[in-house]
């Protein structure tokens, strides 16, 4: 009997105070990874967490951006991180599912080393051409391209990417050929699309649609099955081609074995932020839909998503060692 108290008593000390840091945290600041440079669709989501997160739990959370290799540096950095909370991944698609796919050796596991926590928001693609490009529709664009096979570039925020393979899509579709110029981030993409370097590019809505509304480059359709309701006269790209359709997401990760009272409270958390009502609009109007979701639900949407995306890198036939 004594040892069994002794050994009660020896547990309850080992497990009292770690359930106590779990049941306080944040008691430190708390670091939210994009791995993307700023100003992408990523980096806004994360400091919208960071704004209303940072207020609601009174502990400062700071953004962090580690761009390169199409997010597989930043999203290899969490993996590696302690599993304490206190790093989290603003995840991609690209991050989290496509670039096991892609690249022969990643520095993590998408499916092993990473704990989900919720969806934030689901992301159409845009489809922009430099104004210089003398087409206003999809259709226009087709013939221009086939006109002109093999002589303009299409950017991407990195190889990889839903910006990327995008694009590939849509030239296996339409039988078309263009040249790849990854960047950094889609900041820089847009940049080199309004000096001219690159005439194309199919990326975050979420981005590209403030410099189309402006008319820094001209919008041509929408990636998603349907219009998107911020936008109602802009296509599809599905309404020339039938049956393309092709919607990124992001959300926030922690390293695999995070104890699941935080991984719960954050996934409440983020559930809160991306239902208030500032937050709701603010992502609609640049085409973006929040979508929070508990860790189940999330965990189950990407095992979902592997072998659609698995099929897509296959038929693209990227693949880099």
């Known amino acids: 009997m004594r040892l069994m108290f002794a050994a009660v008593t020896a547990w309850l000390t080992a497990i009292l105070p770690l359930a106590r840091a779990q049941d306080a945290w944040p008691q430190r600041p708390v670091t939210i990874v994009v791995p993307f440079q700023a100003g992408g669709s990523a980096d806004l989501l994360a400091r919208i967490l960071q704004q209303h997160m ?44 496509i670039n096991q796919y892609i690249y022969g050796h990643l520095p993590y596991d998408a499916e092993r080393d990473f704990q989900p926590i919720s969806l934030l928001v689901h992301l159409p693609n845009l489809l922009v051409v430099n104004r210089q490009v003398p087409v206003h529709t999809v259709a226009e664009l087709i013939d221009y391209l086939k ?27 339409t039988g078309t050929h263009l040249t790849h110029v990854p960047f950094r981030s889609t900041v820089d993409e847009l940049n080199s699309m309004i000096n001219g370097s690159v005439q194309l590019a199919i990326d975050s809505m979420t981005t590209l649609w403030p410099q189309a509304e ?12 349907h219009r998107v309701p911020s936008a109602p006269d802009l296509p599809t790209i599905g309404e020339t081609l039938k049956g393309f359709s092709v919607e990124g997401w992001q959300g926030l990760f922690a390293p695999a074995g995070t104890p699941r009272p935080i991984v719960t409270k954050i996934a409440a958390e983020v559930n809160r932020v991306f239902g208030e009502p500032d937050v709701v609009a603010m992502l609609r109007k640049v085409g973006g839909e929040p979508a929070p979701m508990s860790p189940d639900e999330f965990a189950a949407f990407i095992a979902a998503e592997r072998p659609k995306w698995r099929e897509v890198v296959k038929a693209s036939g990227v693949h880099i060692d």
């Not at 999203?75 to 989290?96: E, F, H, M």
């Not at 402006?214 to 099955?225: D, I, K, N, Q």
């Open 214 to 225: 402006s008319g820094m480059v001209r919008a041509l359709a929408v990636t998603s099955e």
């Open 147 to 173: 006109s002109n096979d093999g002589k303009l570039n299409y950017g991407s925020s990195g190889i990889g990417t839903s910006s990327h393979l995008s694009v590939v899509m849509f030239m296996l579709a």
């Open 54 to 97: 940072q207020a609601d739990l009174g502990t400062p959370f700071v953004v962090e951006n580690r761009s390169g290799a199409g997010g597989s540096v930043g999203t290899a950095y969490v993996a590696k991180a302690p599993n304490d909370g206190y790093t989290l991944l603003l995840g991609t698609l690209s991050g989290n599912v």
